[in-house]
């Protein structure tokens, strides 16, 4: 199956079962209250690493294992901190995950 095909039935099924953008936005922000905003300030963050540490530096020939690892920490350190705020816990939910 092509990207592109992948891409066609992902929005179809997402069409099917009633999940557009929007409403996918407004059920974080009702069900998450304070968090769920947050989180979706993260999403970026995350597509930034992604984007411009993780692919380039597996395109340039580094371990996948150790970018993925370090991305992911990256990942964490931005969201954590946006969906919980700067606390004793999350806190330690970065210490012990790093």
Same mark, same amino acid.
């Given at each position: ?10 929005? &179809? !099924? ?9 409403? @996918? ?5 009702? $069900? ?6 947050? &989180?979706?300030?993260?999403? /970026? ?17 580094? &371990? /996948?294992?150790?970018? $993925? ?9 931005? !969201?954590?901190?946006? &969906? ?5 816990? @999350?806190?330690? $939910?970065?210490? $012990?995950? @790093?």
């Amino acid at each position: 199956m092509s990207p592109r095909e992948q891409c066609e039935r992902i929005r &179809s !099924t997402a069409e099917r079962d009633g999940l557009e953008h929007g409403e @996918s936005i407004v059920a974080v922000v009702l $069900a998450g209250r304070l968090q769920g905003p947050r &989180s979706l300030v993260g999403l /970026p963050g995350s597509l930034v690493v992604i984007v411009g540490f993780v692919v380039p530096a597996i395109q340039d020939g580094a &371990s /996948p294992v150790g970018v $993925a690892l370090v991305g992911a920490l990256a990942v964490m350190s931005i !969201t954590i901190p946006l &969906s919980h705020g700067v606390g004793p816990k @999350s806190l330690a $939910a970065e210490l $012990a995950f @790093s």
